[in-house]
């Protein structure tokens, strides 16, 4: 079983300063992990994942994330946040089950207010 | 290929009454996922189908829940005998083998 926690519902920075946005997970299986962005009445976008190799992930739009196993986490950072990065911004993990379901398990959010 | 497209991107509807939701997946994708996301939370996995095949369905997704995806190309979603717990939105998802899932703008039910 898998289950992702997000650490604060509501992260605000100023704009030019640093987001680090944290996630956590537990996983059974070797993890498969997320980043999406969702915009408000919007689906989800695709930041950025972890699967193998590299533990550093580097995603859309200035966006990064490290995955640590011994700490169990994969917090998303950007080093100089925009407008436009204001957003509502989920966490998930899926089991590496050799490809046979990628069904996503996700955090409950983290909203991201960038002050101008 | 502009994406996952889900119809209608909303609803409303009174309780009792019964509502079908489409997604069209990307059309190189064969695995096909419904989430339903209520506010303030993260979406929660309903059901998945690979190809036409429906592999998984949550215990979220009760009797009045049914999804299909006939030759495995759009789906649908329905759901009979509305309540007002049922609102929420519903997303629909689509990935390939590399597990990346892509998603639709969702259709967001308001059930009155």
């Known amino acids: 079983a898998q289950s992702v926690t997000q650490l604060g519902s509501h992260v605000s920075v100023s704009e030019g300063a640093l987001v680090l946005l944290r996630c956590n997970y537990s996983?059974?299986?070797?993890?498969?992990l997320f980043w999406y962005v969702q915009y408000p009445n919007q689906g989800l976008q695709l930041l950025l994942k972890?699967?193998?190799?590299?533990?550093l992930v580097k995603g859309i739009n200035g966006f990064e994330a490290e995955f640590k196993k011994s700490e169990t986490s994969f917090h998303l950072t950007k080093p100089s946040a925009h407008m436009s990065d204001a957003a509502e911004y989920f966490c998930?993990?899926?089991?590496?089950?050799?490809?046979?379901?990628?069904?996503?398990?996700f955090g409950k959010g983290t909203l991201l207010t960038v002050n101008p | 290929d502009t994406g996952v497209s889900q119809d209608p991107r909303h609803k409303i509807t009174k309780r009792g009454q019964n509502v079908t939701f489409r997604c069209d997946p990307i059309?190189?994708?064969?695995?096909l996922y419904w989430y339903r996301q209520t506010l303030g939370q993260g979406p929660e996995f309903l059901t998945y189908f690979q190809n036409e095949a429906q592999l998984e369905k949550s215990r979220l997704l009760s009797d009045r829940f049914s999804a299909e995806r006939p030759k495995g190309s759009f789906s649908t979603l329905e759901i009979q005998r509305t309540e007002q717990g049922d609102s929420a939105m519903y997303l629909c998802?689509?990935?390939?083998?590399?597990?990346?899932?892509?998603f639709g703008q969702g259709t967001r039910l308001t059930v009155v």
């Open positions: 998930a993990v899926s089991p590496d089950s050799g490809g046979s379901n990628y069904k996503l398990t």
């Open positions: 998802a689509s990935s390939d083998y590399t597990g990346s899932a892509f």
């Open positions: 996983s059974s299986v070797p993890p498969y």
């Open positions: 059309s190189e994708h064969n695995r």
């Open positions: 972890y699967t193998t190799g590299a533990t």
